[in-house]
């Protein structure tokens, strides 16, 4: 409810205020009807078998009411208001179902098989593309307990596993990426009133063609324990390749819409990750263990539709065959004209006249460069924790190494037409007659174009955070049994700590191509006693 006495909604804009109430309800049921069996032949071969049937339902409406021209401001209620009523609702109906069965297998702890199998429908395709099949198989292997091996007494543990499967997915967001599309094969309009009469428009384009993305996924390595476990972890490679890809397709607006959603082309993630643990010190009345993790992965595009021709433009973005779709295509910033204290950027040639740069930014979107791959060469996190006489104290860290990504915050802070804005404190080296020697351009209100999307803008994505740190002390049994408590500990804890980047303001923990002017996760600090009793 806004009050009718001040602001935009007040009486003396003629609104007298204004009332609005609105209600959501959700309701979902995931129904399982599973099958087991389980049996161990000659104390060597275990069998598990399982066989189900999975339902599920969910709902979600939406009811909202508005009024102006309040009678009572203290009386929240739609009856309250007399003016320019408004209505709207609307609901989104979801259904999945799935056949399943999986088979596990091991012989005497040493060998493992497993295969799986799932039949899936999903109410978001058309009932002729509803049905998807999926599957997977694997294998392990624990190399500690052959007989090459059982003399190693360092090696606690060594287990060698493979596995290969196929995993569905039905989201299709709508344009943005805001909102999920419960039915995007279907054609849907908005409905108006035309002098009476009803008024439709279309506002999505469906498929009934498309059906589910299919993920394969491949992962091979090792887990290991050595030394009693001084050291502990997995080494691991992997290769997720994604076909069938759901997509807004870009199409020409002479068609009455924009965008079509299509199951477009394939793309792959390779890479590895490596997880270490070790406990360094463990005695009776010290303990210090760390602990690290890495990914390393590189990403390609194998095909896109054939009507593409190997090239998919889609606004500001390029998509090539072969390549990275982490890598992006931009006017390539060639610094300022010491002479006018214009933008300058590269061309990919020399132009009639020999001129290598340009002054005008639509010439410059015509002379877009590769940046070359901007993922990150490796990202992950480390930790160590320390315990000592009832005190223990753990740190945690997140990093990433190696990338870039596009600073749209400092992107708009560096506008020359920023005005009533914040600036950034760069802004400061501008060009101006007697300062040349400077990479910022002039400060001028025409200037529209200068400080557009260009590399200038693609800083390093390398950061550190500190992400929790926990202190606690915990009192001696001798004592606290005395008053009848099993344990009693005093903690403190303290989340997103400190985030250490190339440039400060900015947080490349939003994504792999670019930070927005958005909140970062805020610090939290708490404390607290805990009794067991």
């Known amino acids: 409810m806004v009050n009718p006495f001040y602001g935009q909604y007040s009486e003396t804009t003629g609104v007298g205020g204004l009332i609005s109430v609105s209600t959501q309800r959700t309701f979902s049921v995931n129904q399982q009807y599973l099958l087991t069996y389980n049996k161990t032949f000659d104390d060597v071969h275990n069998l598990d078998v399982l066989a189900g049937h999975e339902n599920y339902n969910y709902k979600y409406q939406y009811l909202y009411g508005q009024r102006e021209k309040l009678y009572n401001p203290n009386v929240p209620e739609l009856d309250n208001g007399i003016s320019n009523q408004y209505n709207s609702s609307y609901s989104k109906d979801y259904a999945t179902e799935g056949w399943l069965f999986r088979v596990q297998y091991d012989y005497d702890g040493k060998y493992f098989g497993s295969a799986s199998y799932r039949r899936d429908a999903s109410s978001c395709f058309h009932p002729d593309n509803r049905w998807g099949n999926f599957w997977s198989v694997g294998a392990g292997w624990l190399l500690n307990k052959e007989a090459f091996l059982e003399n190693q007494s360092w090696i606690n543990m060594l287990k060698f596993k493979i596995s290969y499967g196929l995993q569905g997915n039905d989201n299709l967001m709508y344009q943005g990426g805001l909102y999920r599309n419960y039915y995007p094969y279907q054609d849907q309009f908005t409905l108006a009133n035309s002098n009476g009469d009803f008024s439709t428009s279309l506002y999505y384009k469906g498929n009934k063609d498309i059906t589910w993305e299919t993920s394969h996924s491949f992962n091979t390595g090792f887990d290991f324990t050595f030394w009693g476990g001084k050291l502990s972890g997995s080494a691991e ?297």
């Open 237 to 533: 490679y992997f290769s997720r390749k994604t076909t069938d890809m759901l997509y807004f397709k870009p199409v020409a607006a002479s068609m009455g819409y924009s965008r079509f959603p299509e199951n477009v082309g394939s793309m792959v993630n390779r890479g590895v990750e490596i997880d270490l643990n070790s406990n360094i010190i463990e005695t009776k009345d010290f303990s210090w263990s760390v602990n690290l993790n890495l990914t390393h992965f590189k990403n390609k595009v194998l095909e896109l539709a054939p009507e593409l021709n190997g090239q998919m433009i889609d606004a500001g973005r390029i998509y090539r065959e072969d390549e990275s779709m982490f890598q992006l295509y931009l006017p390539k910033y060639a610094g300022v004209n010491p002479e006018t204290g214009e933008s300058q950027w590269a061309l990919l040639k020399p132009d009639a006249e020999g001129n290598t740069v340009t002054t005008s930014y639509s010439t410059a979107t015509e002379n877009r460069f590769a940046t070359g791959d901007i993922l990150p060469k490796v990202y992950g996190g480390f930790g160590t924790s320390f315990t000592a006489y009832g005190f223990d104290l753990s740190l945690s860290f997140a990093y990433q190494l190696g990338g870039r990504i596009l600073d749209y915050t400092y992107q708009e802070m560096m506008s020359p037409a920023a005005t009533g804005s914040a600036l950034h404190k760069d802004m400061l080296n501008v060009w101006t007659s007697e300062n040349k020697n400077t990479d910022v351009p002039r400060m001028n209100v025409n200037d529209k174009y200068t400080n557009r999307l260009s590399d200038r803008f693609l800083t390093s994505s390398d950061y550190l955070s500190l992400q929790n740190i926990t202190f606690g002390y915990t009192l001696p049994k001798n004592l606290t049994r005395k008053l009848q408590i099993e344990g009693v500990r005093l903690y403190f804890v303290a989340d997103n700590v400190a985030l250490l980047t190339a440039r400060k303001g900015l947080d490349p923990r939003q994504g792999y191509v670019a930070s927005d002017n958005v909140y970062s996760p805020i610090r939290t600090i708490s404390g607290g006693i805990s009794l067991n009793f």
